[in-house]
């Protein structure tokens, strides 16, 4: 059974740091690009980064969290990570990760693979 699940989220104050994986089960995650996506409710899902398959040589990160935010993949152990710093009181979300199609960088991801249940980040003082 395919299964992504994400961890990691938690309270943290603004400029503080998080680092959210993705761990996947039932296939072999090296052979996909990987995004990170967030959603608030009320607001349009945001595709925030994404990282090819592979070694990962190309990423892609949304200008919201450009330069804060960092993206890599370890297949050994079949999971992504998304290191978040600098973070502020806009980045409360659900964060969410799913096989893309493609990453390309300047694109933004769509999705097109199951999403795993999310994890929650709540950025507050």
């Known amino acids: 059974q395919v299964q992504l699940v994400e961890s990691g989220g938690g309270l943290v104050q603004p400029g503080g740091s998080l680092r959210l994986s993705c761990a996947a089960s039932?296939?072999?995650?090296?052979?996909?690009?990987i995004g990170w996506f967030r959603q608030v409710p009320g607001k349009e899902r945001e595709g925030v980064s994404c990282?090819?398959?592979?070694?990962?040589?190309?990423?892609y990160f949304s200008d919201s969290v450009k330069g804060r935010f960092t993206i890599s993949r370890d297949n050994a152990k079949n999971t992504v990570y998304l290191q978040m710093n600098s973070l502020k009181p806009e980045d409360t979300a659900i964060y969410h990760c799913a096989p893309v199609g493609v990453c390309i960088p300047g694109r933004s991801p769509s999705p097109s693979g199951p999403w795993g249940p999310g994890t929650q980040v709540i950025v507050s003082s």
């Open positions: 039932g296939f072999t995650m090296s052979y996909y690009a």
């Open positions: 990282i090819s398959g592979s070694e990962g040589r190309s990423t």
